[in-house]
Antibody, heavy 120, light 108 residues
């Protein structure tokens, strides 16, 4: 079965960067887009961007452009999301979610989430 | 940017009764709409895609309908495990893939 296993919780100072990983198994990693979605405490879901693990191409939401970098290492079936210039309102659970082999698809499977806390 | 609006924000229903949740898109999204269920401390789970197709393993009591701008998720006979937050999401025109703000389904 499909599994997305994310890295653990992080505590960061304002202005720092954080890198969250998402290790995939149970399917061919390069066959499905990987999305990143975040959820602030008690709030709803916010899409951040996707990466095509096959080509490495990325697309991000405008509000994160310049701050988010999505990469992958296909040899170990792992996607990464790096967010820089952290602020207190970046405190959230960050999820990776598997799409399909084209961008116009729902998110079939989700990682367990990684809590990122930004605090001085 | 397409804005997704869910109503109501909170819905109180008794077990065994029917629940009807609504989602409206600010412009037509065809049938490119998904519904997710999220329980406390858990990641979201895909319930419905293509507005009306149940994802693998989703019970038949969950059904989706609608197209264009108006969509509905219906849970025909609520079970205790169905009390959760439900989100709709459009994947027709992106970026961004916008979500609704969620409907909390609580026990009456």
């Amino acid at each position: 079965q499909v599994q997305l296993v994310q890295s653990g919780a992080e505590v960061k100072n304002p202005g720092a960067s954080v890198k969250v990983s998402c290790k995939a198994s149970g399917y061919t990693f390069t066959d499905s887009y990987m999305h990143w979605v975040r959820q602030a405490p008690g709030q709803g879901l916010e899409w951040m961007g996707w990466i095509n693990p096959n080509t490495g191409s990325t697309k991000s939401a405008q509000r994160f452009q310049g701050r988010v970098t999505m990469t992958r290492d296909a040899s170990i079936s792992t996607a990464y999301m790096d967010l820089s210039g952290l602020r207190s309102d970046d405190t959230a659970i960050y999820y990776c979610a598997r799409g399909y082999n084209w961008p116009d698809s729902p998110f079939w499977d989700w990682g367990q989430g990684a809590l990122v806390t930004v605090s001085s | 940017e397409i804005v997704m609006t869910q109503s109501p924000a909170t819905l109180s229903v008794s077990p065994g009764e029917r629940a009807t949740l609504s989602c409206r898109a600010s412009q037509s999204i065809s049938s490119n709409l998904a519904w997710y269920q999220q329980k406390p401390g858990q990641a979201p789970r895909l319930l419905i895609y293509g507005a009306s197709t149940r994802a693998t393993g989703i019970p038949a009591r969950f059904s989706g309908s609608g197209s264009g701008t108006e969509f509905t998720l219906t849970i025909s006979s609520l079970q205790s495990e169905d009390f959760a937050v439900y989100y709709c999401q459009q994947y027709n025109k992106w970026p961004p893939y916008s979500f609704g703000q969620g409907t909390k389904l609580e026990i009456k």
